[in-house]
């Protein structure tokens, strides 16, 4: 019976080329509109979903008055990180963190790269639960002149070598020694750079950084709270 039911199927559809064409070209083009509008949802809806304390995770945001308005805005002092975590309860660790998009010129072997990154405290890895392929979050960051790199960054620079111990040179001058290398960073993440460097390094070229006050504010601060 099924034999038959395909027969005269068939038998229509020659029967009515253009009209069965137009049909299964509609059909084609709403299942593939579909599955694109389905993909472009589920993208969105996933954004930084890889954090596993992504429901925890708060970014500090600012506001201030100026011509009758309340302007609100990312950045905050630099004080604010370490108040917090003394002050509030429920604050698992805080962190400061600068974007470095500009980018900065990594040199390995007379071979350099413009790469785009973050000054960033120590705590920020933890906060947002990178995977680490070499070393740990909890000492990736601890040294005055370290670095951690994303797994591609590791193979241009080093190609098939291990990273961990290599040293790199930033902008022609500042010497870093790799002591983590992550995962490459999904594209719904809404951080995106290829290394990471210590935020004491930023104070440390930026001198104008250690006697600022609340009123100045050029980073953001994230804070991630118990449950």
Request: proline share 4%; with cysteine.
């Amino acid at each position: 019976m099924i034999r038959n039911y395909i027969k005269t199927a068939w038998r229509n559809i020659k029967k009515h080329a253009s009209f069965s064409l137009i049909n299964a070209g509609g059909l084609t083009l709403g299942i593939a509109s579909c599955l694109l509008l389905l993909l472009y949802v589920s993208y969105h809806l996933n954004f930084d979903h890889q954090f596993k304390n992504l429901n925890n995770i708060y970014l500090v945001e600012n506001n201030q008055p100026g011509d009758g308005k309340i302007y609100t805005f990312a950045a905050t002092p630099k004080q604010a990180a370490f108040s917090i975590k003394e002050e509030i309860p429920g604050v698992v660790q805080t962190a400061r963190v600068i974007s470095y998009n500009a980018g900065g010129l990594l040199t390995y072997n007379n071979n350099s790269f413009k790469k785009a990154g973050l000054f960033a405290d120590p705590a920020y890895v933890s906060i947002f639960s990178y995977h680490f392929i070499e070393g740990s979050a909890a000492s990736a960051l601890t040294r005055p002149n370290s670095i951690v790199i994303t797994k591609d960054l590791a193979k241009t620079l080093f190609g098939s070598d291990n990273a961990i111990g290599k040293t790199v040179t930033r902008n022609n001058k500042s010497p870093l020694l790799v002591t983590g290398v992550i995962d490459n960073l999904p594209a719904n993440a809404s951080f995106q750079f290829e290394f990471i460097i210590p935020w004491t390094l930023f104070e440390a070229e930026n001198t104008w950084t250690k006697d600022v006050g609340w009123g100045s504010n050029y980073g953001r601060t994230f804070v991630q709270l118990k449950d």
